[in-house]
Structure formats: C-alpha cells, structure tokens
C-alpha cells in the first residue's frame, strides 16, 4: 500500500494545464492513484466477462483480441438504448460551468477531472465513429479512435469519477456526468476491466447477501452483540428478529453498518427507535445489503442486486420497506427501481403505524428512508427526546450526496438533529444540500489503495468542515451513507483531526428516553455523558 | 497474485501483501508478517488476538468486528494497536491469514 503524502504537501496543488494538448497527454499509474484490479474469482461469480490476473500497472492488460469492436458494439447498443446517454454525448457545448466544481478537480488540478473533459473522453470516441462529422475529419472535429491508450485513460479517469453528481446541478443543459460514467464503466466490464473493489462488494452480494459476505449465523451473532451492547448502556433489551414472516414492514440498511464503526452505533440507534415505538418489522439475513456495488459495475449487475430486496418483501409477505442510513441505495430506488425491477405493485404505499402518515413521495418504490420515518415521528411527538445527553458534540451535516441529490433529502436530517442535539452548526452553503461536496470515496472508491486520491478528492468536504471547526468548535460530522461513515473518519484524521464521525440514528439513539430504562452515564460508544465525566476517562 | 518465499515455504499474496487463502496459513507465514510488520518478539496477548480472530473466522466464515475482538480479548484498540502497529486489519487480521473485508468499510 502506497504511503500518502502529509497534508501540508498534498495541499499544493497546481491546477495550471499541461504544456501539451489534452488528447497527447498519457495517463500514468502510480502507487495511490489507482485500484486494484478485479479479481477472476470476482468476475466469475458475476458472471462478467473476461475474467484473469492482470495490473493496471502492467503494460498487457489481457484484453480479448477483439476488445476494441465489442467497446464500440456496445457503445452503439447503448445509444440506442439509453436517450439520456446520447443526448449527453450530442448537447455539451463546453461553456465551463462544470469546470472547477468536481471535488476530484479541486484536489488534483488535473484537467480531465473536470466534468466537462471527463466525459469528453468518451464523447471523442462518439464523436470519432459514429457521427459523419467525426468520422469525415476525426481529430479536427475532436473525435479520435479507440486506442489502447484511450482506454487506459477511461479506466484512469471513470474510477476517479465517484459518480457524485454535484457537477450536473451547475450544469445549464443538465448534464449528469455521472449517468456517462456510469456507462463507462458498464463498457469497461463488457472487457473485464473493473476494480476489485467494486467487483469483490458486489459478488459477495449476489452470493451471500451483503458486501462484506456475513452470512446469515454471523449476522445473527452480530445483531445479538449489538442487543447485549444496549442492554449494557440502557438496561433495555431489544428483541429484534431476523427473516420473519408476517412482520409489518422490512428494514434493510447497509451491511458497513453491522459491521463497521462508526456504522455499528448508528445501527444500535435504528435498533432502539424501533424497539421504542413497538415498530413490527423484521431484518432479514439474505436481503442484507442497503448499499449496491452493481451500480457501480453495470445496470444489469445494479438490477440483479436490488431485486433481492423486493423479492425479500415479497416473500416474507410485508406491507412495505424502511431503508437505512445509505447512500447509493436511494440513487437506485429513486432513479431506476420504478423501471428496473418494478412495479412493486405487491406491497403497499407506506403509512407509519405509529402517526398514520402516508408517504405518498414513496408510492412508487414502497420504501421509505429511516430519516423521513423519524422526522415524522418527532414531528407528531412521538418519541421522548434528551437532546443534552448530545451535549459535549458540537454538530455539523454533511449532506450524503444520493439522498440529497439522489431524493431530495435535505430538509428532514436536519429537523432530527436539532431535535436530538443543542448545537448544531451548517458549513457554508455552496458545501451542502443540493451543493454537497462528496466524501470523496464514493462509487466504489473507499478502497485502501487509493488513500492518496481520496484525501485529494475529500479536501474540499474537509475545508469545509474545517471552516466550522475554526469557527464554531464543530467536533462532530454527522452524515446518512455507510460509506460516509467509512471513510469520513480517514478524511477527518488527516486533514481536521478532533473531529469525529456519526450517523444520525447514533445521535438519536443517544437522546432517546426509553420506558424502562436505567439510569444513562455512557453514550452509545460507552463513553461518559455529559456530567458523568469522572466515573470513566478512559478511551477504548 | 504475487509469491512470497519465506524459510522454504511459497505463499501467494495479493497486491497489500494478505495471503491468499485461509487454508494456506501456517506459523511460518506469522513469522513472516512479524519480520514485515517490525514486532520483534511475539508475546501470549500478540497470539491471542491471533487465535479470536481465527476462531471466529472458522465459525462465522469473517473477521469479528473490532468491537468484538476487543470485547472478547479484552484489549482496548489502542493496546491491539500497540501490539499490531498497523492495527487490527492490516496487521493482525494479516498474520492471522484472514481476507480483507469489502464494502462499505
């Protein structure tokens, strides 16, 4: 694993052009500006093509000798396919909008992050060969032949792309970049050319259930750890279950969360608020995932992961599904579930039957996001709240780029917050809602290889809260996506340290006052609550 | 995958150096991962931690979370650290022959 640079130096950054022109500059592979290859093994479960050892690195990549005719077959079939992706190659007229507003531009100065150039590398090779302009004067109308060099710079740049979308809002014509890496990189796997961290995530999925491949005995050990946590910190014991028949509504939430912390907290709160309201839900072991890797692989691969949910529901017979705090997951089921793998015309349109609300906004999807169900909750006085246990937190939200981009979630995270927390501070506005800058692993970037590229690409979300660290003693970032809490830890670690990271269910879970329960000294990472300071000052 | 000789044995690693099967682990791969990770000595808490992970990795086919591993040692992360300096994942999950975990993490 390649050593990453000390911030100091990282943070100059030149973001003045090449002498030479954008077509004549090479990509170049080097320790921390790359991902590792998929692994065959990997490949093979899925089903994709072309699966062998091969190194970005390495000079073979092993292609199949026809690899340039099925790129371009399957850059036409996509054409014709998806109107999005042709009117995105057609319609950019370079105005620049989009130039300085990807956090990978801000944090590399390389110009072919900036959105416009980024997707100019496919659109050259649209350009190139299949319109008559293009293919009459080829380079003098921008349009040029698919060379092993230009697929190397694919590969380079559409995995340093974390398919954020913070691009497309400046965008005049609407633009989605990320829509044209997304069929980038459905292109680069049609040739075997993906990451394995992206690749390793969504075979296990499709094999076991999750990402992290906890199969079922594990998951249950998992959540009865948690029980017994909570018990230790309340005095209640909660009575989950897993893959129950009957349950009135199923809860999915990304495996990172049983798993990982700062996640493994913020699922201790989901675990709390439902015992609390008496909620009759279910996990389930084989729908365990939130997250979904094939979305980042191909539609196909997206498709096939995100039916297990519904397949889930439909057999375990629920009314309708809650979401956890994810952030692809919403990107899925907001933008392609309804046409993909819909109509989920067997479940019913959500109503919470604590408040009787309907959720008409998920009529289509039968899905509902745990923050939205909450915020309703609190709006209805449900849930008996102590926001002083928050106290010692000094509170910023950083807006997880697929729920707010995604599905508009902008509004309902901050009513909890407040409501759970005293102090609660915005970053400065062009860094948040719709605006977000994105952690800066997203997509499937989040890999440990890569740690150089993310803390370039994380800078700006890290200035950000930096701003409200100098300005307002903020030492707390809260956030809605698992692969927030993964990586915002590093990114905090290295460029602001003293600031720590939380879902928002962590903070509620530690505000709420449930029946029964003892006396609270310790927040949910057993650490002393505000008052309770001398009784232990030893971290874990 | 890349090859690894190590007092006559061939290990295969992938590219962050983690052995390639569970299977394949062995106790010259450990003093292999010693000599890289800079421990000079192995004390009975270095294999403890060892053993916890390798017996839930049998039984539950991953590594426990870290918040297992602590419980069940009863070693707070900063001791784990101080006994594997490159922490629980990429050092002693590392020498104890387990993969990686993927995802969300």
Same mark, same amino acid.
């Given at each position: 694993?390649?050593?990453?640079?000390?911030?100091?130096?990282?943070?100059?950054?030149?973001?003045?052009?090449?002498?030479?022109?954008?077509?004549?500059?090479?990509?170049?592979?080097?320790?921390?500006?790359?991902?590792?290859?998929?692994?065959?093994?990997?490949?093979?479960?899925?089903?994709?093509?072309?699966?062998?050892?091969?190194?970005?690195?390495?000079?073979?990549?092993?292609?199949?000798?026809?690899?340039?005719?099925?790129?371009?077959?399957?850059?036409?079939?996509?054409?014709?396919?998806?109107?999005?992706?042709?009117?995105?190659?057609?319609?950019?007229?370079?105005?620049?909008?989009?130039?300085?507003?990807?956090?990978?531009?801000?944090?590399?100065?390389?110009?072919?992050?900036?959105?416009?150039?980024?997707?100019?590398?496919?659109?050259?090779?649209?350009?190139?060969?299949?319109?008559? #302009?293009?293919?009459?004067?080829?380079?003098?109308?921008?349009?040029?032949?698919?060379?092993?060099?230009?697929?190397?710079?694919?590969?380079?740049?559409?995995?340093?792309?974390?398919?954020?979308?913070?691009?497309?809002?400046?965008?005049?014509?609407?633009?989605?970049?990320?829509?044209?890496?997304?069929?980038?990189?459905?292109?680069?796997?049609?040739?075997?050319?993906?990451?394995?961290?992206?690749?390793?995530?969504?075979?296990?999925?499709?094999?076991?259930?999750?990402?992290?491949?906890?199969?079922?005995?594990?998951?249950?050990?998992?959540?009865?750890?948690?029980?017994?946590?909570?018990?230790?910190?309340?005095?209640?014991?909660?009575?989950?279950?897993?893959?129950?028949?009957?349950?009135?509504?199923?809860?999915?939430?990304?495996?990172?969360?049983? #798993?990982?912390?700062?996640?493994?907290?913020?699922?201790?709160?989901?675990?709390?608020?439902?015992?609390?309201?008496?909620?009759?839900?279910?996990?389930?072991?084989?729908?365990?995932?939130?997250?979904?890797?094939?979305? #980042?692989?191909?539609?196909?691969?997206?498709?096939?992961?995100?039916?297990?949910?519904?397949?889930?529901?439909?057999?375990?017979?629920?009314?309708?599904?809650?979401?956890?705090?994810?952030?692809?997951?919403?990107?899925?089921?907001?933008?392609?579930?309804?046409?993909?793998?819909?109509?989920?015309?067997?479940?019913?349109?959500?109503?919470?039957?604590?408040?009787?609300?309907?959720?008409?906004?998920?009529?289509?999807?039968?899905?509902?996001?745990?923050?939205?169900?909450?915020?309703?909750?609190?709006?209805?006085?449900?849930?008996?709240?102590?926001?002083?246990?928050?106290?010692?937190?000094?509170?910023?939200?950083?807006?997880?780029?697929?729920?707010?981009?995604?599905?508009?979630?902008?509004?309902?995270?901050?009513?909890?917050?407040?409501?759970?927390?005293?102090?609660?501070?915005?970053?400065?506005?062009?860094?948040?809602?719709?605006?977000?800058?994105?952690?800066?692993?997203?997509?499937?970037?989040?890999?440990?290889?890569?740690?150089?590229?993310?803390?370039?690409?994380?800078?700006?979300?890290?200035?950000?809260?930096?701003?409200?660290?100098?300005?307002?003693?903020?030492?707390?970032?809260?956030?809605?996506?698992?692969?927030?809490?993964?990586?915002?830890?590093?990114?905090?670690?290295?460029?602001?340290?003293?600031?720590?990271?939380?879902?928002?269910?962590?903070?509620?879970?530690?505000?709420?006052?449930?029946?029964?329960?003892?006396?609270?000294?310790?927040?949910?990472?057993?650490?002393?609550?505000?008052?309770?300071?001398?009784?232990?000052?030893?971290?874990? | 995958?890349?090859?690894?000789?190590?007092?006559?044995?061939?290990?295969?690693?992938?590219?962050?150096?983690?052995?390639?099967?569970?299977?394949?682990?062995?106790?010259?791969?450990?003093?292999?991962?010693?000599?890289?990770?800079?421990?000079?000595?192995?004390?009975?808490?270095?294999?403890?931690?060892?053993?916890?992970?390798?017996?839930?990795?049998?039984?539950?086919?991953?590594?426990?979370?870290?918040?297992?591993?602590?419980?069940?040692?009863?070693?707070?992360?900063?001791?784990?650290?101080?006994?594997?300096?490159?922490?629980?994942?990429?050092?002693?999950?590392?020498?104890?022959?387990?993969?990686?975990?993927?995802?969300?993490?």
């Amino acid at each position: 694993m390649a050593n990453v640079p000390k911030p100091d130096q990282l943070a100059k950054i030149d973001h003045r052009p090449p002498q030479q022109g954008w077509m004549e500059t090479p990509v170049e592979f080097k320790p921390g500006n790359y991902l590792y290859a998929c692994k065959p093994h990997n490949l093979e479960i899925l089903g994709l093509p072309n699966p062998r050892e091969w190194r970005p690195e390495e000079d073979d990549w092993k292609l199949p000798a026809n690899w340039q005719e099925i790129l371009l077959d399957g850059m036409k079939e996509r054409l014709e396919k998806f109107r999005s992706f042709k009117l995105f190659m057609d319609i950019c007229v370079r105005c620049g909008a989009c130039a300085d507003k990807c956090h990978f531009f801000i944090g590399t100065g390389d110009p072919k992050n900036m959105p416009v150039l980024r997707a100019e590398l496919l659109r050259s090779v649209y350009r190139g060969n299949f319109t008559t #302009f293009g293919r009459m004067f080829k380079k003098y109308s921008g349009g040029r032949e698919l060379t092993e060099k230009v697929l190397k710079e694919w590969f380079y740049y559409l995995f340093q792309c974390s398919e954020c979308r913070r691009c497309s809002v400046f965008c005049p014509y609407g633009i989605d970049t990320a829509e044209v890496t997304i069929i980038g990189r459905e292109l680069l796997n049609l040739i075997g050319c993906n990451v394995d961290w992206v690749a390793a995530p969504a075979a296990n999925c499709f094999r076991t259930g999750n990402h992290l491949g906890i199969q079922p005995h594990a998951f249950k050990d998992m959540m009865d750890f948690f029980v017994d946590e909570i018990e230790e910190v309340t005095g209640v014991r909660v009575e989950p279950s897993l893959n129950r028949k009957g349950a009135e509504i199923l809860f999915v939430t990304p495996s990172g969360d049983v #798993f990982a912390d700062p996640g493994t907290y913020t699922l201790m709160g989901y675990l709390m608020l439902f015992h609390e309201i008496g909620l009759d839900y279910t996990w389930s072991t084989y729908a365990s995932e939130g997250g979904n890797f094939g979305f #980042f692989t191909s539609h196909e691969t997206m498709k096939r992961l995100n039916a297990k949910m519904y397949a889930e529901a439909k057999r375990l017979g629920v009314k309708y599904i809650i979401g956890g705090e994810c952030g692809h997951m919403w990107r899925v089921i907001n933008q392609y579930m309804e046409t993909m793998n819909g109509p989920a015309d067997f479940l019913e349109v959500p109503k919470s039957p604590i408040t009787g609300t309907v959720f008409d906004n998920a009529s289509a999807t039968k899905m509902i996001h745990i923050v939205e169900f909450t915020a309703d909750l609190i709006k209805h006085g449900k849930l008996k709240l102590d926001p002083s246990r928050n106290d010692k937190l000094r509170v910023t939200y950083h807006d997880s780029c697929n729920p707010a981009r995604g599905m508009g979630l902008l509004e309902e995270p901050r009513y909890v917050i407040k409501n759970v927390c005293n102090n609660f501070f915005e970053m400065p506005e062009n860094t948040i809602r719709e605006r977000t800058f994105c952690c800066g692993s997203g997509a499937g970037l989040n890999a440990g290889e890569y740690l150089e590229m993310r803390m370039r690409g994380g800078l700006p979300r890290a200035n950000a809260v930096k701003h409200v660290h100098d300005k307002h003693g903020v030492n707390m970032l809260s956030c809605i996506c698992a692969i927030d809490r993964a990586v915002l830890p590093a990114l905090m670690d290295y460029w602001v340290p003293d600031v720590g990271v939380t879902g928002v269910h962590e903070l509620v879970g530690n505000a709420l006052v449930m029946e029964g329960e003892k006396q609270r000294t310790t927040d949910l990472r057993s650490e002393p609550l505000p008052g309770f300071e001398e009784e232990d000052d030893e971290d874990l | 995958m890349g090859a690894i000789e190590f007092k006559g044995k061939t290990f295969g690693v992938d590219e962050d150096g983690f052995i390639d099967s569970f299977d394949n682990w062995c106790t010259e791969w450990v003093d292999y991962v010693k000599d890289s990770e800079g421990i000079p000595e192995l004390n009975e808490e270095h294999w403890k931690v060892i053993h916890v992970l390798q017996d839930y990795y049998r039984k539950h086919g991953i590594a426990p979370m870290v918040r297992i591993l602590t419980k069940v040692t009863g070693y707070k992360l900063k001791y784990i650290y101080e006994l594997f300096p490159s922490g629980p994942g990429k050092g002693a999950c590392k020498m104890a022959g387990l993969p990686k975990p993927t995802g969300c993490v």
